[in-house]
């Protein structure tokens, strides 16, 4: 009876509703195995696809990988989606994030470029007094000063005021000559080189009285800096009484560090401020380079000359200034005033449009480009350059992150190159990069941490070779 019910309960409709549920969900089982085995099997080797594993960082320590979301152990912040493509898909020194994570990484780019751009060489220094506008007033003869006109340092003198009234028995002897008229001529020469003028000879001439004394003229106009002497002083030939400078004109001498004097040149002009005068901007020449450099301080001297007619500046004066230089390649520098023209290698100030002579010192004038300067070129010979932020520098070993252009997610491809000197806010690329390629400018140092987790090559790890850093799935 107990077998007759059983085959009597299959029979009915409830045992045949159950019997089709149980073979549904065996054949699922099946196909989701099947279809399971299928996206992780082997074959996908050979269609040259993986699967992506979803990872999750910190955009502030792109150290800390987890395998689920969270909060870094370092700063507390919400972990972002990595999503990390096997190397099948990219090149060993590549690098795919998720656009969220280039967002939060705050990455920034910057176009290569050819340009001409300018450079600042800030330096600093003080002002001096013109070497060749600064004259001692000596005596020509021996003898005794019986006055002295100026008797105090900083007073302002013209060329041509009386500065010393000397006695002196050497200069009576010479004039007594004058009077015999068969020592005229001589005497007249003789009296000229002891420092009398061509009025004060004719004045003996005219009285027939010979002098005792002897006034000693100022040669040029100016601020006498130095009293050597006091009245009642016994004086030789060629000793100093006075110290006179032409402030109209200074000079400012500079320091320059070494790594600048590649866009330094003699005839650039250059702008400096000082403390007395905020705000107001001086300009003057360059017109003396120092060819030796200081051991100590690693800087070279620059001399500027300054126009200072209306007498503001003072020597001693402490001063900032700049040299803006046009970067037309590596120590190559461009000046549009300068281009094609002659200049004086003595005065800076004298440029001509052809060759010739220097109106001052009479030297010969010297092409502009024999002192460093090149005529402007096209766009299309300008250096190439990118932002001082792009390359990371460690050593003699430049790394750049080149975004690769054309891909479905952010993708960064890290690249040596070879950096030629700096330039403001650029640096020139001699060898590495193409115009028109794009470098990562910020959030580089994140992608090479990132790199350097992947054990590929970075910065600090040329060779990708993998820090020990444990597993990335605990912190440290």
């Avoid at 107990?2 to 969900?25: E, Q, T, Y």
């Avoid at 402030?247 to 007395?276: M, N, P």
């Avoid at 023209?341 to 009479?362: E, L, N, R, Y």
Wanted: glycine residues 8%.
């Amino acid at each position: 009876m107990k077998g007759n019910g059983i085959k009597l309960w299959f029979r009915s409709k409830p045992a045949k509703l159950v019997l089709v549920i149980i073979i549904a969900f065996i054949l699922g089982y099946i196909v989701s195995s099947l279809t399971h085995k299928h996206t992780l099997g082997p074959e996908d080797k050979y269609s040259g696809k993986q699967a992506v594993s979803q990872k999750w960082t910190c955009s502030m320590h792109p150290e800390i990988i987890r395998d689920k979301p969270g909060r870094c152990p370092k700063c507390g912040m919400d972990l972002i989606p990595l999503t990390i493509s096997s190397a099948a898909e990219i090149g060993p020194r590549e690098l795919v994030i998720s656009e969220e994570a280039a967002k939060l990484m705050e990455i920034a780019t910057s176009v290569v470029q050819r340009k001409f751009v300018t450079n600042e060489i800030r330096m600093v220094g003080k002002i001096d007094y013109d070497e060749t506008r600064v004259k001692n007033i000596t005596a020509y003869v021996p003898g005794r000063i019986d006055r002295l006109y100026v008797d105090f340092t900083g007073i302002t003198v013209n060329k041509g005021d009386h500065m010393v009234y000397l006695y002196s028995p050497e200069l009576i002897s010479a004039q007594r000559e004058l009077l015999l008229p068969s020592l005229k001529e001589a005497a007249r020469e003789k009296l000229r080189l002891l420092g009398l003028d061509a009025e004060q000879i004719e004045n003996i001439e005219t009285s027939g009285k010979t002098q005792t004394h002897i006034t000693i003229n100022s040669p040029m106009g100016g601020i006498v800096i130095h009293k050597n002497a006091t009245e009642g002083m016994y004086v030789d030939t060629g000793t100093p009484i006075y110290t006179v400078a032409d402030l109209s004109r200074l000079w400012v001498k500079l320091d320059a560090y070494e790594s600048d004097l590649l866009w330094i040149r003699y005839g650039q002009e250059v702008e400096f401020t000082t403390q007395a005068y905020p705000g107001q901007v001086f300009k003057g020449t360059i017109s003396f380079i120092d060819p030796v450099l200081n051991d100590k301080t690693r800087t070279v001297k620059v001399r500027v000359n300054v126009d200072n007619s209306q007498g503001r500046l003072k020597p001693q004066m402490f001063v900032k200034a700049i040299v803006h230089s046009q970067v037309a390649g590596v120590g190559k520098i461009m000046a549009a005033e300068l281009a094609g023209k002659w200049i004086c290698p003595m005065h800076p100030d004298v440029v001509k449009t052809q060759a010739g002579s220097c109106d001052i010192c009479g030297m010969d004038l010297v092409t502009t480009e024999s002192l460093g300067y090149v005529k402007a070129d096209t766009p299309e010979k300008a250096p190439l350059v990118i932002p001082v932020s792009a390359p990371l520098i460690t050593g003699k070993r430049a790394v750049v992150y080149v975004q690769v252009p054309n891909t479905e997610k952010p993708t960064y491809q890290g690249r040596e190159i070879m950096l030629g000197p700096r330039a403001g806010d650029y640096y020139i690329v001699e060898s590495g990069l193409q115009e028109g390629e794009i470098v990562v400018t910020n959030g580089n140092f994140k992608i090479d941490s990132a790199m350097q987790i992947q054990a590929k090559p970075s910065m600090m790890n040329p060779q990708g070779e993998k820090a020990p850093t444990g597993h990335p799935g605990h912190s440290h």
